[in-house]
Protein backbone atom coordinates (compact mmCIF):
# COMPACT_ATOMS: atom_id res chain seq x y z
CA UNK A 1 0.00 0.00 0.00
CA UNK A 2 1.28 3.77 -0.91
CA UNK A 3 1.72 5.79 1.61
CA UNK A 4 -0.76 8.69 1.42
CA UNK A 5 0.47 12.16 1.05
CA UNK A 6 -3.12 13.62 1.71
CA UNK A 7 -2.90 12.69 5.21
CA UNK A 8 -1.62 16.10 7.40
CA UNK A 9 -0.89 15.36 11.12
CA UNK A 10 -2.86 18.23 13.11
CA UNK A 11 -0.73 20.22 15.34
CA UNK A 12 1.99 18.86 15.49
CA UNK A 13 4.16 21.05 16.56
CA UNK A 14 2.15 22.16 19.30
CA UNK A 15 2.14 18.39 20.44
CA UNK A 16 6.27 18.42 20.69
CA UNK A 17 5.96 20.92 22.87
CA UNK A 18 3.82 20.03 25.16
CA UNK A 19 5.85 16.66 25.72
CA UNK A 20 9.56 18.60 25.52
CA UNK A 21 7.61 20.59 28.60
CA UNK A 22 7.89 17.08 30.23
CA UNK A 23 10.18 14.73 28.61
CA UNK A 24 13.93 15.00 28.09
CA UNK A 25 14.53 13.98 24.27
CA UNK A 26 17.07 11.94 25.02
CA UNK A 27 15.28 10.21 27.71
CA UNK A 28 14.10 6.37 26.96
CA UNK A 29 10.30 7.53 27.08
CA UNK A 30 7.38 5.61 26.68
CA UNK A 31 4.55 6.65 24.77
CA UNK A 32 1.10 5.71 23.46
CA UNK A 33 -0.66 6.73 20.45
CA UNK A 34 -4.38 5.84 21.24
CA UNK A 35 -5.04 6.98 17.56
CA UNK A 36 -2.18 5.88 15.58
CA UNK A 37 -4.12 6.24 11.94
CA UNK A 38 -1.35 6.45 9.19
CA UNK A 39 1.34 7.36 11.51
CA UNK A 40 1.72 10.93 11.19
CA UNK A 41 1.71 12.10 15.11
CA UNK A 42 3.76 8.71 15.76
CA UNK A 43 6.33 9.36 13.47
CA UNK A 44 7.19 12.98 14.50
CA UNK A 45 7.20 12.24 18.13
CA UNK A 46 9.69 8.72 17.38
CA UNK A 47 12.17 11.51 15.36
CA UNK A 48 11.76 14.16 18.22
CA UNK A 49 12.54 11.36 20.99
CA UNK A 50 14.93 9.14 19.48
CA UNK A 51 15.21 6.55 22.58
CA UNK A 52 11.89 6.30 22.95
CA UNK A 53 9.29 3.51 22.05
CA UNK A 54 5.69 3.71 21.50
CA UNK A 55 2.56 1.48 21.64
CA UNK A 56 -0.47 2.56 19.51
CA UNK A 57 -3.89 1.39 19.09
CA UNK A 58 -5.86 1.18 16.04
CA UNK A 59 -8.64 -0.70 15.32
CA UNK A 60 -8.66 0.08 11.17
CA UNK A 61 -6.75 -2.98 9.43
CA UNK A 62 -6.35 -0.14 6.57
CA UNK A 63 -4.42 2.50 8.74
CA UNK A 64 -2.51 -0.02 10.19
CA UNK A 65 -1.16 -1.38 7.42
CA UNK A 66 -0.32 2.61 6.30
CA UNK A 67 0.60 3.42 9.25
CA UNK A 68 3.37 0.75 9.65
CA UNK A 69 4.40 1.63 5.78
CA UNK A 70 5.27 5.23 7.08
CA UNK A 71 6.74 4.01 10.43
CA UNK A 72 8.84 1.53 8.69
CA UNK A 73 12.33 3.39 9.70
CA UNK A 74 11.51 3.11 13.32
CA UNK A 75 9.28 -0.28 13.70
CA UNK A 76 12.25 -1.47 16.13
CA UNK A 77 10.67 1.20 18.24
CA UNK A 78 6.87 0.58 17.86
CA UNK A 79 4.14 -2.00 19.02
CA UNK A 80 0.83 -1.83 17.14
CA UNK A 81 -2.36 -3.14 18.64
CA UNK A 82 -5.12 -4.08 16.73
CA UNK A 83 -7.54 -2.72 19.12
CA UNK A 84 -10.01 0.50 20.24
CA UNK A 85 -8.18 2.98 22.04
CA UNK A 86 -10.71 2.22 24.97
CA UNK A 87 -9.02 -0.89 25.67
CA UNK A 88 -5.91 1.32 26.68
CA UNK A 89 -6.19 0.67 30.29
CA UNK A 90 -5.23 -3.04 30.02
CA UNK A 91 -1.53 -2.01 28.94
CA UNK A 92 -1.09 -0.82 32.94
CA UNK A 93 -2.23 -4.36 34.05
CA UNK A 94 1.19 -5.58 32.47
CA UNK A 95 3.58 -6.93 35.00
CA UNK A 96 6.55 -4.63 33.14
CA UNK A 97 4.04 -1.40 32.46
CA UNK A 98 6.07 0.77 34.83
CA UNK A 99 3.43 3.97 33.07
CA UNK A 100 3.46 6.18 30.38
CA UNK A 101 5.69 9.63 29.72
CA UNK A 102 2.99 10.71 27.09
CA UNK A 103 -0.53 9.59 25.55
CA UNK A 104 -2.11 10.97 22.11
CA UNK A 105 -5.63 10.83 21.14
CA UNK A 106 -6.44 12.52 17.90
CA UNK A 107 -10.02 12.15 17.92
CA UNK A 108 -13.05 11.69 14.76
CA UNK A 109 -12.30 10.44 11.47
CA UNK A 110 -9.68 10.49 9.15
CA UNK A 111 -9.02 11.70 5.90
CA UNK A 112 -7.70 8.38 4.62
CA UNK A 113 -11.67 6.94 5.23
CA UNK A 114 -13.09 10.17 4.22
CA UNK A 115 -11.74 9.61 0.70
CA UNK A 116 -12.32 5.89 0.26
CA UNK A 117 -15.92 5.80 -0.73
CA UNK A 118 -16.52 2.06 0.46
CA UNK A 119 -16.26 3.19 4.24
CA UNK A 120 -19.22 5.34 3.63
CA UNK A 121 -17.96 7.85 6.28
CA UNK A 122 -18.38 10.72 3.24
CA UNK A 123 -21.08 12.88 2.26
CA UNK A 124 -19.48 13.61 -0.81
CA UNK A 125 -18.96 10.67 -2.65
CA UNK A 126 -21.42 7.94 -3.07
CA UNK A 127 -20.94 4.31 -1.13
CA UNK A 128 -22.43 1.88 0.98
CA UNK A 129 -23.62 3.25 4.62
CA UNK A 130 -21.35 1.59 6.56
CA UNK A 131 -19.55 4.14 8.67
CA UNK A 132 -17.40 1.17 11.04
CA UNK A 133 -14.28 1.48 12.08
CA UNK A 134 -13.48 -1.79 12.57
CA UNK A 135 -14.96 -3.65 9.83
CA UNK A 136 -13.50 -6.85 10.66
CA UNK A 137 -15.95 -7.22 13.37
CA UNK A 138 -19.85 -7.67 12.85
CA UNK A 139 -21.16 -4.43 14.41
CA UNK A 140 -24.26 -2.77 12.84
CA UNK A 141 -23.34 -0.53 9.96
CA UNK A 142 -25.15 2.88 9.54
CA UNK A 143 -27.93 1.59 6.93
CA UNK A 144 -28.48 -1.36 9.29
CA UNK A 145 -29.20 1.34 12.38
CA UNK A 146 -31.15 3.49 9.67
CA UNK A 147 -32.96 0.15 8.74
CA UNK A 148 -33.87 -1.02 12.10
CA UNK A 149 -34.11 2.25 15.04
CA UNK A 150 -37.86 3.84 15.64
CA UNK A 151 -38.30 7.76 14.67
CA UNK A 152 -37.37 8.52 18.21
CA UNK A 153 -34.31 6.68 18.58
CA UNK A 154 -33.07 7.89 15.22
CA UNK A 155 -34.22 11.51 15.85
CA UNK A 156 -32.23 10.98 19.76
CA UNK A 157 -29.18 10.43 17.36
CA UNK A 158 -29.27 12.78 15.14
CA UNK A 159 -29.97 15.54 17.72
CA UNK A 160 -27.63 14.06 20.69
CA UNK A 161 -24.52 13.20 18.47
CA UNK A 162 -24.62 15.30 15.62
CA UNK A 163 -26.77 18.65 17.39
CA UNK A 164 -28.83 18.62 13.81
CA UNK A 165 -32.05 20.79 14.61
CA UNK A 166 -34.17 19.30 12.16
CA UNK A 167 -33.59 15.92 13.58
CA UNK A 168 -37.01 14.78 13.80
CA UNK A 169 -37.94 15.96 10.18
CA UNK A 170 -35.12 13.87 9.24
CA UNK A 171 -35.98 10.70 11.28
CA UNK A 172 -39.24 10.79 10.11
CA UNK A 173 -38.58 11.16 6.35
CA UNK A 174 -36.03 8.07 6.75
CA UNK A 175 -39.11 5.97 8.42
CA UNK A 176 -41.42 7.30 5.83
CA UNK A 177 -38.83 5.82 2.94
CA UNK A 178 -38.19 2.43 4.67
CA UNK A 179 -42.15 2.14 4.79
CA UNK A 180 -41.73 2.47 0.89
CA UNK A 181 -38.89 -0.30 0.91
CA UNK A 182 -37.07 2.45 -0.03
CA UNK A 183 -34.44 2.51 3.25
CA UNK A 184 -31.27 4.20 2.61
CA UNK A 185 -28.50 1.79 2.34
CA UNK A 186 -25.65 4.02 0.27
CA UNK A 187 -24.16 7.23 1.12
CA UNK A 188 -25.86 9.34 -1.90
CA UNK A 189 -29.38 7.97 -1.23
CA UNK A 190 -29.27 9.19 2.13
CA UNK A 191 -28.15 12.86 0.93
CA UNK A 192 -30.38 12.82 -1.23
CA UNK A 193 -33.46 12.08 1.24
CA UNK A 194 -31.79 15.04 3.19
CA UNK A 195 -31.78 17.53 0.41
CA UNK A 196 -35.31 16.44 -0.19
CA UNK A 197 -36.52 16.96 3.11
CA UNK A 198 -35.42 19.47 4.22
CA UNK A 199 -36.40 23.05 2.44
CA UNK A 200 -34.43 24.68 0.25
CA UNK A 201 -34.32 28.28 2.44
CA UNK A 202 -33.77 25.87 5.38
CA UNK A 203 -30.74 24.43 3.96
CA UNK A 204 -29.21 27.83 2.61
CA UNK A 205 -29.20 28.60 6.47
CA UNK A 206 -27.59 25.86 7.86
CA UNK A 207 -23.83 27.32 6.51
CA UNK A 208 -22.75 24.04 5.90
CA UNK A 209 -23.78 20.78 3.79
CA UNK A 210 -27.35 19.66 4.55
CA UNK A 211 -25.80 15.91 5.65
CA UNK A 212 -23.06 16.72 7.14
CA UNK A 213 -24.36 17.09 10.71
CA UNK A 214 -26.69 13.38 10.29
CA UNK A 215 -23.33 11.67 8.74
CA UNK A 216 -21.57 12.47 11.85
CA UNK A 217 -23.92 11.41 14.51
CA UNK A 218 -24.49 7.93 12.88
CA UNK A 219 -20.95 7.61 12.37
CA UNK A 220 -20.40 8.56 16.22
CA UNK A 221 -23.71 5.94 17.10
CA UNK A 222 -22.01 3.07 14.73
CA UNK A 223 -18.58 3.29 16.14
CA UNK A 224 -20.15 4.26 20.05
CA UNK A 225 -17.26 7.23 20.09
CA UNK A 226 -18.81 8.78 23.38
CA UNK A 227 -18.83 5.46 25.46
CA UNK A 228 -15.38 4.55 24.05
CA UNK A 229 -13.82 8.34 24.36
CA UNK A 230 -15.16 7.90 28.15
CA UNK A 231 -13.46 4.65 28.90
CA UNK A 232 -10.18 5.38 26.76
CA UNK A 233 -9.72 8.36 28.71
CA UNK A 234 -9.98 6.72 32.36
CA UNK A 235 -8.10 3.98 31.11
CA UNK A 236 -5.39 6.69 30.06
CA UNK A 237 -4.89 8.15 33.52
CA UNK A 238 -4.78 4.76 34.35
CA UNK A 239 -1.39 4.18 31.93
CA UNK A 240 0.10 7.33 32.72
CA UNK A 241 3.38 7.13 34.97
CA UNK A 242 3.89 10.20 37.39
CA UNK A 243 4.25 13.68 35.52
CA UNK A 244 3.32 11.75 32.51
CA UNK A 245 1.09 13.93 30.02
CA UNK A 246 -1.92 13.20 28.65
CA UNK A 247 -3.10 15.19 25.27
CA UNK A 248 -6.60 14.91 23.33
CA UNK A 249 -7.28 16.44 20.20
CA UNK A 250 -11.05 16.73 19.59
CA UNK A 251 -13.00 18.09 16.59
CA UNK A 252 -16.21 18.59 17.55
CA UNK A 253 -18.09 20.00 20.88
CA UNK A 254 -19.24 16.41 22.06
CA UNK A 255 -15.86 14.90 22.09
CA UNK A 256 -14.18 18.78 23.56
CA UNK A 257 -17.32 18.72 26.31
CA UNK A 258 -15.78 15.24 27.69
CA UNK A 259 -12.40 15.86 27.54
CA UNK A 260 -12.97 19.48 29.28
CA UNK A 261 -14.97 18.05 31.81
CA UNK A 262 -12.91 14.68 32.99
CA UNK A 263 -10.18 16.90 33.18
CA UNK A 264 -11.83 19.01 35.56
CA UNK A 265 -12.44 16.02 37.73
CA UNK A 266 -8.76 14.91 37.70
CA UNK A 267 -7.96 17.86 38.85
CA UNK A 268 -10.53 18.72 41.35
CA UNK A 269 -9.42 15.02 42.53
CA UNK A 270 -6.04 16.48 42.86
CA UNK A 271 -5.00 13.78 40.39
CA UNK A 272 -2.48 16.78 38.05
CA UNK A 273 -3.54 19.83 36.23
CA UNK A 274 -4.13 21.43 33.24
CA UNK A 275 -1.09 21.68 30.66
CA UNK A 276 -3.57 25.16 29.58
CA UNK A 277 -6.67 26.85 30.85
CA UNK A 278 -7.98 27.06 27.50
CA UNK A 279 -7.72 25.05 24.66
CA UNK A 280 -5.08 25.37 22.09
CA UNK A 281 -6.44 25.99 18.43
CA UNK A 282 -4.47 25.42 14.83
CA UNK A 283 -2.41 28.50 13.99
CA UNK A 284 -3.78 30.89 10.87
CA UNK A 285 -0.93 28.89 8.82
CA UNK A 286 -1.89 25.78 9.48
CA UNK A 287 -5.70 26.23 8.80
CA UNK A 288 -4.80 27.82 5.65
CA UNK A 289 -2.52 24.97 4.56
CA UNK A 290 -4.83 22.04 6.07
CA UNK A 291 -8.91 23.00 6.09
CA UNK A 292 -9.35 19.94 8.21
CA UNK A 293 -7.53 21.36 11.08
CA UNK A 294 -9.74 24.37 11.30
CA UNK A 295 -12.40 22.96 13.85
CA UNK A 296 -9.12 21.02 16.21
CA UNK A 297 -9.07 21.68 19.97
CA UNK A 298 -6.29 20.58 21.74
CA UNK A 299 -6.24 20.41 25.63
CA UNK A 300 -3.15 18.48 28.00
CA UNK A 301 -3.52 16.89 31.17
CA UNK A 302 -0.36 16.42 32.95
CA UNK A 303 -0.80 13.63 36.10
CA UNK A 304 1.13 14.26 39.34
CA UNK A 305 2.14 17.50 41.41
CA UNK A 306 2.34 20.19 38.95
CA UNK A 307 3.48 22.33 41.58
CA UNK A 308 7.09 20.32 41.63
CA UNK A 309 7.79 21.45 38.00
CA UNK A 310 6.74 25.03 39.43
CA UNK A 311 10.05 24.64 41.90
CA UNK A 312 12.23 23.74 39.25
CA UNK A 313 11.61 26.49 36.67
CA UNK A 314 9.85 24.26 34.42
CA UNK A 315 6.53 25.87 32.20
CA UNK A 316 3.17 25.23 34.32
CA UNK A 317 0.79 26.58 31.60
CA UNK A 318 1.41 26.83 27.94
CA UNK A 319 -0.91 29.88 27.56
CA UNK A 320 2.27 31.66 29.03
CA UNK A 321 3.76 30.75 25.77
CA UNK A 322 3.12 31.48 22.13
CA UNK A 323 1.79 28.09 21.92
CA UNK A 324 -0.62 28.52 24.38
CA UNK A 325 -2.26 31.75 22.71
CA UNK A 326 -5.70 30.05 21.45
Known amino acids: MAALDTHVPVMTREIIEIFEGQIRPNAEAVFVDATLGAGGHAKAVLERFPRASMTAFDQDADARALASENLSGHMGRVRIIPENFRDIGRLAEGADWHGASGILFDLGVSNMQLVTPERGFSFQDDGPLDMRMNRDDDSITAAELIATKDVSELARIFRDYGEERHAYR ?24 IRRTLPAPVQRKMGTHPARRVFQALRIAVNSEMEALSEGLDGALATTGHMGVIVVISYHSLEDRIVKRR ?31 RSAKLRAFIKGDTSDKRKKGRRPDLNESAVGKA
Open 170 to 193: IAKAIARARERGESPAATGELTAL
Open 263 to 293: FLEWVGAGLGGVAAKRPITPSGEEIEANRSS
